[in-house]
């Protein structure tokens, strides 16, 4: 019994792939149960029990608890808020802050005193649980994100007051910074361009009433020629094409490789039909000649209705090649290699052999491979039923998946360590 689950294992990579993730629920489930049964909670130095606080800023807590109450049961679900500070503490800190708040709002500037990027002007305090809260004496040339306002700062410098109201519960403390914040350090080029952009401002506003715009001829004292710049859409057109191309190429090789798929199955099921058909009308007492252009021309009467199959319509034209006069035992093997499948050439093969040999012993010949190939035709709709549940088990795992994760993280964040 081992050896059979061992070998439909190795004939079906699924099993092995379910098994495995059977097998890694199972452990996560023993895991994550273990630690829930082992887990017990703490005791203060009175032997009471206790839930442990969040650090200051950690914000709060959650835990789902059992309470006994004589023969009562009652599962809770407790908020724990993060610890506070006292009185004293809460002075120290609101010190502290107003120290390094300076440096953490600088960004990208070295002091106070030479403000030439965006300042941070950060909405709470790491690890304190501080709020703060802005106020400026100059919003046309700082927001209160920090952001500058390049057109309103003077090249000398301006200088604002930023006023940083602490927040901690109901206590509060203020604190006050200047910054003297000047334009951006810019390149020659950021600078041209600057140039460049207000000169046609001022060219547009004078030249509205007129056909045309006027481009400016000079900045800085420095000449300008003007030309279009380089456009790349005839590049991106043949890029576009390259791509069309390719992806053409690949989907035709791609359907030419499917079609050919497609008919290699449908001749391989229809084989069983073929040969049992040869064999009822060779067993009537039909010549082989007969029996072909019987099953062939049968088929051409009913292809309107039930459409065309690759195997019936090289029969056909094999039939038509035996009444223009070529040999019927080189057309029989050539309809085999036409086909490309081993069972059509060993099918083409027999029967050329028996027209230079005799027909004795064609019908069980014959028999004998029609039962082979019933069986061949039993393995095939099996492999595509196995096929067709293997892709259905894709959606189902991406299910299980989903479900996993839903069932597992939050058992994990509910673990305190």
Not at 204 to 228: A, F, I
Request: hydrophobic share 35%.
């Amino acid at each position: 019994m081992g050896w059979k689950l061992l070998k439909k294992v190795k004939k079906n990579p699924v099993y092995l792939k379910a098994g495995a993730a059977a097998a890694v629920s199972v452990v996560c489930f023993i895991g994550v149960f273990w630690w829930d049964s082992v887990k017990e909670m703490e005791t203060n130095d009175s032997g009471q029990k206790i839930l442990q606080r969040n650090r200051h800023g950690q914000g709060e807590s959650s835990q789902q608890l059992r309470a006994i109450v004589g023969d009562q049961e009652e599962e809770l679900s407790v908020e724990v808020s993060e610890q506070s500070y006292t009185e004293e503490e809460l002075d120290t800190v609101f010190q502290e802050a107003s120290e390094i708040l300076e440096d953490l709002i600088l960004g990208e500037n070295t002091t106070m005193d030479e403000v030439r990027s965006d300042l941070n002007l950060i909405q709470e305090i790491p690890d304190t649980g501080i709020s703060v809260s802005w106020e400026l004496d100059r919003y046309d040339v700082m927001d209160l994100q920090g952001t500058l306002v390049p057109e309103k700062i003077t090249e000398d410098g301006t200088l604002v007051k930023m006023s940083a109201s602490l927040l901690y519960e109901d206590r509060k403390a203020v604190c006050e910074f200047y910054a003297r914040v000047y334009p951006p350090v810019m390149s020659s080029s950021e600078r041209v361009r600057k140039e460049l952009e207000e000169e046609l401002i001022q060219s547009d506003e004078s030249t509205r009433t007129e056909e045309y715009l006027v481009l400016p001829d000079q900045v800085g004292g420095e000449k300008v020629d003007w030309d279009y710049a380089e456009d790349t859409r005839a590049f991106g057109i043949l890029i576009l094409g390259a791509g069309c191309a390719a992806m053409i190429f690949v989907s035709e090789k791609q359907s030419a490789k499917e079609e050919e798929k497609h008919r290699i199955r449908q001749m391989r099921l229809d084989y069983p039909q073929i040969i049992n058909k040869f064999n009822l009308y060779i067993s009537a007492g039909m010549t082989i000649r007969k029996a072909w252009f019987c099953i062939a021309g049968d088929y051409e009467k009913k292809r309107k209705r039930y459409g065309k199959r690759p195997a019936y319509e090289e029969m056909i034209y094999t039939m038509h090649e035996i009444r223009g006069g070529a040999s019927e035992g080189e057309c029989y093997e050539k309809y085999g290699i036409r086909c490309g499948i081993s069972c059509y050439r060993k099918f083409g093969t027999m029967l050329s052999q028996n027209l230079r040999k005799g027909s004795r012993g064609i019908t069980d010949l014959l028999a004998r491979e029609a039962e082979e190939a019933f069986e061949d035709r039993k393995n095939m709709a099996k492999k595509l039923g196995e096929e067709a549940g293997t892709k259905m088990m894709i959606p189902m795992f991406i299910m299980l998946a989903v479900v996993f994760i839903i069932v597992t993280v939050p058992a994990f964040f509910s673990i305190n360590l």
